[in-house]
Every structure is written in C-alpha cells, then in structure tokens.
C-alpha cells in the first residue's frame, strides 16, 4: 500500500503545483504581459512593448498594470494606445481593411500550392516504365552484389 | 555557344510574358489598393488635448484645464537629451516674449532624474513651469515618441501642430503666427 | 597600408570585370584560351581581398582613427578580440568581409570544379563573377571603410556597446558564410541551364555546396539568437525582427530545396521545381541583404537618401529576371512527367513539405515587408509582429514536425500497409505524451505539438534502430550506428538534424509560453518571489569594466537549496549616451533565472526585470545537435570520388529500395515491379564505370561518364 501511495501523492503533488501554476499563469504579471506583446514599442526599431526596455516601454507596461487592476479589458487598453500612437502601435495587421489580407495571404499561398500539386502531380498513375526491364540472371545478381561490395 | 533562341522559344517567351504580366498587375492591384485606403491620419494632431496636471519643480502645480483661453505650448523635454539643450533657450525666448499675449509655456520633464533635472533648469535659467512627469503618464496620453517633442494647445483646446524632434525660431514664429498671436 | 587595401579592392573590380568579359567572349566564341583567363583571372579577387581585409584589421589594431570606419566602430579602449570582429562590426566593414567570403567561395568552386565539370564551370564562374562584381562595385563606390576624415578625432567612438559580446564574434561571419554560400549553388543551377546540362550534373555538383551554406545560415541564426538572449536583456531570442527574419527566409525555402533535391536524385522528378527553389533561396538571400543594408528596415525615408538601397533593387531586378527568364527560356527542357506512385511515400512527404515551407517563407516574407510597403503607400508602417508570426508558425510547425516522423518512416514509391502498421508503436508514445501534456498543461496547442514531438521522436529514433540492425545484423546496436555514420553520413546525419529540430521545439515551447515575468521596483533587503524562486535585492555594488563604469545589483536567489546570486548590470560607456543594461543569467536544463537591472535611484532603490524562462537550454542544446548533424551529413565521403554522380545516385537508390524491401515497407509485388530496372542501371553504370586497367587513375573514369551521360541509362532517364 505504501510503495503504490507514493508515487500517486507525487504524481498528486506535481498536478497540484503545476495546477496552481497555471492558475498564477493568469497572475497581472501575464496578463500584462499579453496586452504589451500586441503593442509596438514606438520608440524603438521592431520591438514589442513587452520586449523594449525603454522608459518608455516600461512607462506602458505600467500604464497597462493599472488599467487591468482598474479592471479594463485588453481590447480598451489596447484601443486607448491605438488612438494616441496610431495604427502603428499595433502588433499585429489589423484585422480590417488590408490588414485582412496579410493573415489570408499564407493560406492562400498554401492552397494555391497544393492546388497546383494536385493539378501538376497525378497520383497513382501505375509506372510503366520498369516493366521494361526483364528480372537479372542468377550470374548478373552476383556480379551485382559483388560490384555493390566493392563501390561501398 | 549554343544559341538561346530557338524555333519554339516564342511560346515559352509569350508563357512567361503573361506570367509576369499577371504578377506585376497583381502587385499594383495590391498597391493602389493600399493607396485608395483612407489616408493614414495623424493621432497626434488635431484632436482635443488631454488635459494633465503637473506638480512644478518650483513647488507648484500647474493645470492644462485651468489655462483655459490661451494657447500652450507643452514641451517634452530631457536633461541628457542634446537636442533639448539646444532648444532651451529658444523656449525662454519665447516664454518671454509671448507670456504677455496669452500664451503659456510649460516643460514636461520625462525619463529624467530629479536632480538632473534641477540642475538644467538651473543651467538654462528657465523661468516657465516646468514639471515632472515620473510615471510618464502625460506622455503617453500625448502620443510622445520620442524627445523633445512639442505640442501647440489652441485656445479651444486642441491640439494645433505636433513638432516631433527639435523646435527651431522659424517654425516657432510661424506656428505662433497662424495661431492669431503678433510678433511683439 | 590603408590605401594598398582601398587599391586591392578596386584590381579586385577591374580583375572580376575582366573575367566577367572574357568568360563571356569565351564562350561565346567558344575559345578555350579565353575561358581558361577567365577562370584563373576570376581567382584572383580572393588574394586580393585577403589583402583588403588585411589592411583594415591593421587600421583597426593600430587605432588608425583617420579612417570614418575605425573612428565609428572602434577606440584606442577597445578589446583586442573586439578590435578584430569590428571588421564586421559596422555597414561598409561588413559588406567588405561579405565580398570576401564570397571571394574564397568564387576560389574554391573554381579549383573544385573546373577539371571535374569542365562544360558548367565556366557558365558557373561567369554568374559567380557577375554576383561579385556587385559586391566589390558598392565596397570601392559607394561603402569603403578605407575613407579618411579630413579632421581625425583623437580617439574612436568604440564599437556598439551591445556588439561586444562573444556571440557578435562568431554569429556574423558565419551567417555570412551562410548568405554568400547559396551563390555557388545558385550559379550552376544558371549554368546548367545556360548549357542545358539539366540532368544530374549540376546537382551532384552542388550538393554539399548547398547542405554547406543551408548549414552555416541555419548556425548563424541560433547563434544570433544565443546573442540576442545573452546581450539584448529582453528575456527573449527571436523576436521575428527584420533582421532576423531576412536570414529565416533563405533558411526556409532552403529547407525546401535540400529535402527536394533528393527526390530528383532518387526518382529523377522535381527537377524544375528545384530549379526554382535554388533561385529562390538566392533571391530571398539577396532580398534580405538588400533589407539589411538599405536601410529601409529604419523607413522608406532612410532607404531613399541611401544610395546602396538603388543599386541594391536594381541589382536585384536584374537577378530575378534573368535567373526566372532562364527557366522559362527553358522550361520544356526541365518539365518531367510529375507522377507519384501514392502520396503515402516519401517522395510525397516531401512534396507536402516543400508546400508548407514555401508557405511559411512566404508569410514570413510578405509580413516583414508589409511596414515597409504600408509606409510607401500610405504614409504609416503597420507592424508585421511577433503575434502574427507565431500564429502562423505554430500550427505550419506542428503539421511539418507531424511529417518529419511520418516521412522517415516511409520508403520511395509506395507504402506498403506494414510500414504504415510500423508506426503505431511511436504513434502511441505519441499519444502517451500527449495524454500526460493534456492533464498537465491543458493548453491544447501545447498538447498538440508535444504529441506530434513525441511521435516523431520516437519514430526518428525507431530508424535509427532499424538501420542499425539492417548494416549490422545481430550485432550491437552501437556497432550499427557507427556503421551507419560511416556508409550514410547524409541521411543520418540528416536525422540528427531531424532530433535537434525536435530539441529546439520542445526549448521554444518551454520558453515561448511558459516563461514567467516580473517587473518589481524595490529598496534593499525587499524580496519578491517569481515562478518557485524567492529573490531577495541585497544591494548596489560599483565597479570599472574594460572601458565603462558599471553598477551592478545583487540579487539573492532562493531556489530552496544552497541559493545562488545574481548580478545584472548597467554599463556607461563615455562615448555613447545611454547606459546598457546586461542581463545576468543562471542558466539549467530546467530553467532560467534571467533578470536586468532596468533603473535605479542615488538611494539604492533599484528597478529590476526578472524571467524564469524554462527549459531554454534546450534550445542551444538543439543548436550543438544541428551543428553536428550538418556536419556528420556535409562530411565529404570517399567513395563519390571514384563514381560518377549518377552511378553514385543508382547505387544509393538502389540501397534504398533494398533497404525499404528488408523492412517490408514495400509490397512484395512493388519491389518486384521495380528492382530489375534499377539493378539492370547500376550493373551496366558498374561495368562501364570499372576501370579496364586497375592502375589507371578513377577520375578517368569518372570524366568519361561526364562527357558522355547521354549513353548512361539512369533511373531519372526513364521516366520520361
């Protein structure tokens, strides 16, 4: 009884503490950091605001911890930093306008390419080409696996 | 050399043409619809200012809501930004010589130390507000990307021009101009 | 010395132009005289070169702070070892070391190449030179680091603060390595096509050539990140910036094309579609050193005062359209009769796999320029992020790691239904994985990918086993695998690439999603606890690096054992404005403890950001196991020199099909229908191909197949 009750009370143990780990994973620290991951920094080159270290990053990061503890929704804050830096804050291609077309445009390139597969590849076509060749003698197997040897 | 043009190479040219035809019309297609999107606006411009307060260096406050009717101008400023040091005296200068008509200067100290900041409006002598803005708060609620950066206040309240990077004497003049004030 | 470097650079431009010109002639001529100046005047940029290069290491170790170069990216305080990467450390020292390496590569495929691929070489040579012209007309015009201040400064501004670090030595030459690689391979895909050598030649020619600088692209983007992670002190590796992104690219369709170029090789098909892919990897390579170096990552308003980026789009031009002209030109010479026995085989594997590559370089592609496009036409950049790129390759990644163990475990041609039966045992710790994944961490995106990893693991490693027994038959497994190493570097080799894939993922998963962070303000003797550890700020400390004062925090951290401490710094240097947080790391195999010191107070309050990134070693891990994987498969073998490439193709598919026929992964029926064809191939290639005399040379041999391929009958041949 006690051999087979320890490995259960680890095996307890461990979804326990990575149970409350993914309930912290919801902790203000990452919730933070998922709304700060969809901004652009706009004083640095190509980084998120999650990513920059710059003051002004980290005022944002701030700005954000507050706003969640106020109890606003990503979306608001994320429109708040949208309507003083522009489209230009934003991480991702909106998901209006042109924006659109930047997510459609890898499935897109996906489905034409296997279009074109389907159209320029055919598929269980039999192979006629081997029935050319008649089975190898005996004598010509041999010389064969010798020459195969010798090549290796 | 083996020639590359060949009697059946005029329908593989043609194939190609109208390969890179299609390409190239599906780019510009692409392209103007870019263009014929509506005109990216400026946030930074144009809309109402967010209205702020400011405790000053000096031990006062200053309130955006209580300047009302007259302009202001808000600059961003830091103590170890070069450019900011060249335009100091400029916003004196103009503190100076406009405070009279109705027009308010005030300096938003960011991403700066206290004392630091003591010390260049020492230096500078400036006589307008001038304040912090720890939290950067004011900031980003102007849209600041970068430092200097001003911004010119109508007296209704909004927000006339936006100057990125370094103010000059001349467009100073001129904003000031086009915002109704004479040259004293 | 400065101006015999400035001098070398442009005889190394007149010495390419005139190659340029009488390989040209040459060939048109068809003087045999002329191709053969060409070639050996065409040698002669890498000496000179050597001597370029030379000339401004000297500048920078004797602190020659006439030169705008050395006085922008070096100074008299300067480490030695810094002092020597600062060759690569700004714009026109780099495009110099660029022009060199391509130089050594233009050198080493001539001396490689000329005696055994007499007919491509100089085709070859030509693009070669043309490509490097180029190059050497922006390093003499437009980009010299030999240029000279009229007012020398007394000292240098040093090199970017940031670039000094171990991974700026290592992680720029071999990217470079990497970018200027693909030429050689790209070349004689141009001559092949010029001289309508499509066939076998040009491929064999350029198989290590290509496995080489896919190799080099692939190690010199995870030392970039290995960089980026130990310097740049934002927790994190990739963050899909440009940079990045401009050397993912080639990576990518690169990917594509040394899996396809097997096909090619075993089946005789796909040889158009290879053709593309080389020209392809080319052009997204020079794509992304025209992003690079324009400046149109900064904005398009950078790009258009820069006269690099002009030249750079024109030079471009050019190379798509003479290089997609070409195969258009010769379109009717490449097209093969594109028919596959089934797609559950591994030539279908592989057609999926370019799909899904390609499909990924092209998102990857058209998001980091969408900003700049966006900022031409409308006036406003619309960033292309990281959640856009991780949304693409997340689920592209899972069903390419999917196909990574499923293609391993498939023969050519058709699968039997015993191979497809074979894989339900990794099919099952699969799924054991993924059930244990789906109580543990419930994120079904996780729980996806860590099935799929599972599964292919233990599918990889399953081939491993079954090649070992198959090459030593009861013997032990060890015995197997070293024979397997031994006889079929690039397959095996290639698994283990396979295996550091997996690694990778598995480092990324752990730290892409599960890394916790905090960002506290705190006074000594305060504590703060992230993810298990307790971290408590003991204080400030001060001291002198090698040419900056720094201050550093000390952090204690409590991981429930003996503790370990941590000291993040911030660096001033006197030239550069801004102070340069560096990240302290205390790095396992299960996590990292990862913090900066991001501000601090005169009163010792101090502004920390602290990560504990998980299982982020497994990252570099991977990296060691891809570098040795490329390595074990690029490794040249002996045997290809005594066979021509084709007879060398014939032998090794034929191996394969006996191999796939030992395992039963072809139906009886199928391996009869096959087998005839390809023994009848390799006997007939086998008696031409053995020398009459045993003392005469191998490469005679060899040279007579070259001549004559038309009269050798290989597996690629019949199909058509």
Known sequence: MKRAGTPILVFLFVLLTLGTRSVLARAIDDQIRDVASQLMCPVCEGRTVAESNSQLATQMRDLIRQRLLAGDRPETIIRYFVERYGESALATPPTTGLGVLMWLLPAAGVAAGVAWVRARVRVGTPRAWEDDVAPLSPGDLERLRRGLDEAR | MESLITAPTRRRWLRAGAVSIVIAALLTVFFAAMRLQPPHRNPQQGRTAPVFSLSLFDGGRFDLAAAGGRVVLVNFWSSWCLPCRDEAPLLEATWRAYRGNGLVVVGVNLWDAEHEARAFLQRYRISFPAGSDPKGRTAIAYGVAGIPESYFVERSGRIAVRVPGSLTAENVATTLASLGFRRP | MTEVGAAAVWIALAACAYAAVVLALGLRADRTQWIESGLNVAMAPFFLLIVAVAALLNALLTNDFSLAYVARNSSSETPLLYKISGIWGGQAGSLLFWSFLMSAFVSLAIARHRKTEPRLTPWACLSLVLVLSFFLFLNAWLESPFRRLALPPANGRGLNP???????????????????????????????????????????????????????????????????????????????????????????????????????????????????????????????????????????????????????????????????????????????????????????????????????????????????????????????????????????????????????????????????????????????VGVAAAVVLRAPGVVAALTVIGFAFAATLAEYRRGAARSAPG?????????????????????????????????????????????????????????????????????????????????????????????????????????????????????????????????????????????????????????????????????????????????????????????????????????????????????????????????????????APEREPSVGERTR
Do not use: C
């Open chain 3, 162 to 432: 940031l670039l000094e670090d171990p991974g700026m030595i290592i992680h720029p030459p071999i990217l470079y390595l990497g970018y200027t690689g693909v030429v050689v391979p790209f070349s004689f895909a141009m001559a092949a096509l010029m001289t309508r050598r499509l066939d076998a030649e040009w491929l064999a020619a350029t198989r290590r050539w290509s496995l080489f600088a896919w190799g080099a692209l692939g190690i010199g983007i995870i030392l970039g990140g290995w960089w980026a992670y130990r310097t740049l002190g934002w927790g994190g590796y990739w963050g899909w910036d440009p940079v990045e992104n401009a050397a993912l690219v080639p990576w990518l369709t690169g990917t594509a094309y040394i899996h396809s170029a097997i096909v090619q090789e075993r089946r005789g098909q796909f040889v158009a579609w290879n053709m593309a892919l080389v020209v392809l990897t080319f052009s997204t390579a020079m794509i992304g050193t025209f992003l690079t170096r324009s400046g149109l990552i900064a904005s398009v308003h950078t790009f258009a005062q820069s006269e690099i980026g002009a030249y750079f789009l024109a030079f471009l031009g050019v190379q798509l359209l003479v290089s997609f002209g070409l195969i258009a030109l010769r379109w009717d010479d490449l097209r093969t009769r594109d028919e596959l026995d089934s797609l559950a085989s591994r030539e279908g594997a592989f057609l999926f796999n370019n799909v899904l590559f390609l499909g990924l370089a092209l998102a990857v592609l058209v998001g980091t320029v969408f900003p700049m496009i966006s900022e031409a036409a409308r006036g406003v950049k619309i960033f292309v992020g990281p959640p856009y790129f991780n949304a693409i390759t997340g689920p592209v990644g899972v069903v390419l790691l999917l196909l990574m163990g499923v293609a391993v475990a498939l023969p050519w041609r058709r699968a039997s239904p015993a191979a497809l039966r074979a894989l339900r045992w990794p099919i099952g710790l699969g799924l054991i």
């Open chain 3, 475 to 707: 013997q032990r497994i060890s015995t197997g695998l070293v024979r397997l190493f031994a006889t079929q570097r690039r397959r095996y080799g290639g698994y283990l690439v396979h295996l550091s894939i997996l690694v990778m993922t598995v480092g990324m998963i752990g730290s892409q999603i599960y890394v916790v962070e905090r960002e506290v303000s705190v006074r000594p003797g305060e504590s703060f606890s992230i993810g298990p550890y307790s971290i408590r700020y003991v204080g400030l400390e001060r001291g002198e690096a090698p040419n900056a004062s720094a201050t550093w925090g000390v952090l204690r951290v409590d991981d429930g054992g003996r503790g370990f401490d941590l000291r993040p710094l911030r660096l001033f240097y006197p030239s550069w404005q801004q102070p340069v947080s560096r990240p302290a790391i205390r790095s396992t195999f299960g996590d990292d403890v990862y913090a900066i010191l991001a501000a601090f107070e005169a009163d010792q309050r101090a502004a920390f950001r602290v990560w504990v990134n998980p299982l982020v070693r497994w990252v570099w891990v991977g990296g060691v196991l891809f570098f040795v994987g490329v390595l074990v498969a690029a490794w040249p073998s002996r045997r290809s020199r005594h066979v021509s490439a084709r007879t060398q193709w014939a032998i090794e598919t034929l191996r394969d099909l006996e191999a796939d026929h030992g395992d039963g992964r072809l139906t009886a029926a199928d391996y009869r229908h096959a087998a005839p064809a390809l023994q009848r191939a390799v006997l007939d290639a086998l008696d031409r191909g053995r020398p009459a005399d045993p003392l005469e040379p191998a490469t005679d041999a060899t040279r007579r197949e070259a001549e």
